[in-house]
């Protein structure tokens, strides 16, 4: 009787398996993928739609795309202005600026409003020393 295994025919297998594996990746088509181009681009990205909250509650909003003048709404009158600012384009994108004297509180509930009517791109605008750029 013998004590051993035999290992030989495992190790054939495992060399025909490592063969198989290795020429098998070779005969499989890759696919391709085309990456847009420069030119291809339609238009460029719009400016978001800046909702300000002043430190007295009162809401503005600001569309640099069409001069940046700030336009005073109420919040009844909030989306529906929205809407018209954003002309069609649902993914326009929305930042939210609060004044820093504002309670965080009244960010939030225009943050909310904004988020229950359908908006979904919204984000918070920060600023960093004199200059206004939306958080990404």
């Given at each position: 009787m013998m004590n051993q295994i035999n290992v030989v025919p495992y190790i054939d297998v495992m060399l025909v398996l490592l063969v198989i594996f290795m020429v098998a990746p070779q005969a499989t088509p890759t696919g391709?993928?085309?990456l847009p181009s420069v030119g291809q681009a339609s238009q460029t990205p719009a400016q978001p739609i800046e909702v300000m909250?002043?430190?007295d509650g009162k809401l503005a909003l600001r569309d640099r795309d069409k001069g940046g003048k700030e336009e005073a709404v109420t919040r009844d009158t909030l989306v529906s202005?929205?809407?018209d600012m954003q002309g069609g384009d649902a993914n326009r994108a929305l930042v939210v600026a609060g004044d820093k004297a504002v309670r965080?509180?009244?960010i939030l509930r225009v943050m909310d409003t904004l988020q229950g009517n359908g908006f979904t791109r919204i984000g918070l605008l920060v600023q960093t020393g004199q200059n206004a750029k939306p958080a990404r």
């Amino acid at each position: 009787m013998m004590n051993q295994i035999n290992v030989v025919p495992y190790i054939d297998v495992m060399l025909v398996l490592l063969v198989i594996f290795m020429v098998a990746p070779q005969a499989t088509p890759t696919g391709s993928i085309e990456l847009p181009s420069v030119g291809q681009a339609s238009q460029t990205p719009a400016q978001p739609i800046e909702v300000m909250v002043k430190a007295d509650g009162k809401l503005a909003l600001r569309d640099r795309d069409k001069g940046g003048k700030e336009e005073a709404v109420t919040r009844d009158t909030l989306v529906s202005r929205l809407r018209d600012m954003q002309g069609g384009d649902a993914n326009r994108a929305l930042v939210v600026a609060g004044d820093k004297a504002v309670r965080y509180e009244e960010i939030l509930r225009v943050m909310d409003t904004l988020q229950g009517n359908g908006f979904t791109r919204i984000g918070l605008l920060v600023q960093t020393g004199q200059n206004a750029k939306p958080a990404r």
